[in-house]
């Protein structure tokens, strides 16, 4: 019977294996401090089969480097023994809930992660400490061993605090901040679909950095953009320039499979420019612009060969756009390819404009705008323009502006005063509803905040799956920050940031769902209402901590003859049945918002995770009736603890009767 591992895998591990399939010859062996063989990487030769010229040391090369980035990322790659503990009391709908709210580093939270959210996660937002020298930051220590990392991942300080503050008189300003981010979007990348996408706001300090930082981790092909954002209108403060601009840096896991983005029309737009009503025909009564056939900005020396003829006009004449070339023959459709760029072209090939013709998307209109040509090398008295609808427009959105104006920060405040949540510098629910939603999420899609603040977030994903009938689900991670005891968070009950960002949750869900029903008693004939059923307001609350394994587990070498007695249960003895069930969910890959039903068996507490996905029984003494009925529904996965076993011989029958009733599913005990 195999035993789950209780850690985070040893991406060092697969990282190693990953490069044997590729360059098995750079694979060679080491000892490591026991003395034990293991598999190693000779990077020199890596380094010269990844060469074409003959690598020496001290080759200059273009990077991005720090002091502490290779410690950065040993760190990122080393496994960890933490896990996360469920906290039924401060959640909301547990038992029915997909969305998550985990209070703890979120470095080791994303750790804790990987296995069991690897490649799913479609949006991450994130707002991290912008590095002004007045930010605090998560403190980490890059010169402890990987046997220190193993067995307390993360420093705290006399106080039991993970944040530091990061001032610009610190030899380390930038080093620290960088190692911070480094190894937190190393993981990060890991937990991203192939099709997804990350937006990270961040003001100028750090700009030029975590832009060579983001393409460094997601390679330079993936940025999508460098967003500016208007943070607020305004202002004098300052020596040159009044800072009222901050960025979203924006990148693709794998830029090729990532859908281009695409936003709702806009109404201003559509009313100044839609403005021509279709008489007759397919869509008559449909409104439309014109756009003219003949563009100036066109370039006809790229790739236009074709986009250089003639087009008959309603009165027989010949239009061409102006040039110094003109097609030899003179009836329409006969080309000439732009020797120059001052030989205009047409929008479309002659073959596609013959197509939209027939289909009515071509109008001609007389004009004096002196700027097409006649066959006779006279100015034409025609236009012709192309017809774009505004129901294809309206279907298939529009292409979002790289600069956004409209979602200020003073509109966050507003959202938060209303909710009675005293906080400052959160983003606006509107622009992350934006982000989201231009990044084309759908129904079960997961979006990711890992510095969750004030969980503007959560906020917007529930917001938006309320407009649209989505079910979206967020995951929220915030360290249990302790709030200024002089701020109005901490005078309003708010001890930690973490406590003010869930009941935000609370409260804007409850917000959203009264507004939903408010709604719903307005509606339109033919209009149809959100199914609120659907509206998923609840979270589970989780919190990491030391594993829920004793440590000799992890260190047997450890082991002394006077704490025999200590190890008659390898379970930590503070530790409940649903501890146990979070972290076998996390070590077996599973996903933490899958529902989970809790049974009285023969007297035995079982618990079925998504009716037969896994099946787990942590009592002391098991029933072998417990065991075959268990059996025949044929669960994938099964685990019992291994003190629920008094002798051998019963872990064995347990073993032989899955054998005999359920062959596929796999047994296992911790």
């Not at 003395?35 to 060469?51: P, R, T, Y």
């Amino acid at each position: 019977m195999d035993k789950l591992k209780m850690q985070t895998p040893d991406l060092t591990d697969n990282n190693i294996e990953q490069i044997e399939s590729l360059f098995p010859n750079v694979i060679t062996e080491t000892k490591d401090e026991n003395g034990n063989i293991e598999k190693a990487v000779d990077f020199d030769l890596l380094k010269q089969i990844l060469s074409k010229e003959l690598v020496e040391e001290g080759d200059e090369r273009y990077q991005l480097d720090w002091p502490g980035k290779k410690s950065s990322l040993l760190k990122a790659n080393t496994p960890i023994t933490k896990t996360l503990r469920p906290c039924r009391e401060e959640s909301v709908n547990f038992d029915t809930t997909e969305n998550l709210y985990i209070e703890g580093d979120n470095f080791e939270v994303l750790k804790i992660l990987q296995e069991s959210y690897l490649s799913k996660v479609k949006v991450i937002y994130i707002d991290p400490p912008y590095n002004t020298g007045s930010d605090f930051i998560y403190k980490d220590d890059f010169k402890r061993s990987k046997e220190e990392y193993e067995e307390d991942l993360g420093v705290e300080n006399e106080e039991g605090e993970k944040l530091f503050k990061n001032t610009d008189s610190n030899g380390r300003f930038h080093s620290d901040w960088l190692s911070m981010m480094h190894e937190r979007l190393v993981v990060a990348r890991d937990l991203m679909r192939e099709d997804g996408v990350i937006f990270i706001s961040i003001g100028q300090n750090e700009l030029s950095n975590l832009i060579s930082l983001t393409d460094n981790i997601f390679g330079e092909d993936n940025r999508i953009a460098v967003v500016g954002r208007l943070a607020k209108s305004g202002g004098n403060k300052g020596n040159f320039f009044s800072p009222n601009i901050e960025y979203i840096i924006v990148a693709a896991k794998n830029i090729g499979k990532t859908s281009g983005f695409r936003d709702d029309m806009d109404d201003k737009l559509i009313k100044k420019v839609y403005t021509k009503i279709q008489n007759g025909g397919q869509r008559d009564g449909e409104k439309y612009r014109a756009m003219g056939l003949y563009q100036s900005s066109l370039d006809p020396m790229r790739g236009c060969i074709n986009q250089r003829y003639y087009v008959e006009a309603p009165d027989g004449t010949l239009i061409i756009p102006p040039g110094e070339n003109f097609p030899l023959e003179k009836v329409e459709g006969s080309k000439v390819s732009p020797k120059s760029k001052k030989d205009g072209v047409w929008r479309w090939t002659y073959g596609k404009y013959q197509e939209e013709f027939r289909n009515g998307n071509v109008e001609f209109n007389e004009s004096n705008n002196d700027v097409l040509y006649d066959s006779e090398g006279n100015f034409s008295k025609w236009n012709v323009n192309t017809k774009i609808w505004l129901n294809d427009r309206v279907e298939a959105g529009q292409l979002p502006n790289d600069f956004i104006s409209k979602f200020e920060n003073r509109h966050s405040a507003k959202e938060l005063k209303d909710l009675g949540i005293p906080f400052e510098f959160a983003k606006p629910v509107g622009l992350i509803s934006y982000l989201v939603k231009i990044s084309n999420t759908n129904n079960d899609d997961i979006v990711l905040d890992f510095f969750s603040g004030s969980a503007t977030t959560a906020h917007a994903v529930m917001h938006l799956n309320s407009e649209d009938g989505s079910n979206r689900k967020f995951i929220m991670v915030q360290l249990p920050e302790k709030a200024d005891e002089k701020s109005e968070a901490y005078k309003a009950g708010y001890k930690t940031i973490s406590d003010l960002g869930k009941e935000r949750i609370r409260k804007a869900g409850k917000n959203i769902l009264e507004s939903l029903n408010s709604k719903t008693k307005q509606l339109k004939l033919g209009e149809q209402a959100v199914d609120k059923s659907r509206l998923d307001i609840g979270f589970r609350v989780y919190k990491t901590d030391s594993t829920n394994i004793k440590d000799v587990f992890y260190h047997p070498n450890d082991l002394k003859q006077d704490q025999l007695n200590f190890l008659e249960s390898n379970i930590k003895e503070d530790r409940t049945a649903e501890d146990l069930l979070t972290q076998v969910i996390i070590d077996l890959g599973l996903e933490l918002s899958l529902p989970i039903e809790k049974k009285e068996i023969h007297g035995n507490n079982v618990c079925f995770v998504q009716t037969n996905a896994l099946v787990a029984c942590f009592d002391d003494s098991i029933d072998f009736k417990v065991v075959d009925e268990i059996a025949e529904i044929q669960p994938l996965k099964v685990v019992f603890k291994n003190a629920s076993f008094r002798y051998d011989k019963d872990r064995i029958n347990v073993e032989e009767r899955f054998k005999r009733l359920s062959p596929e599913t796999k047994v296992t005990v911790i």
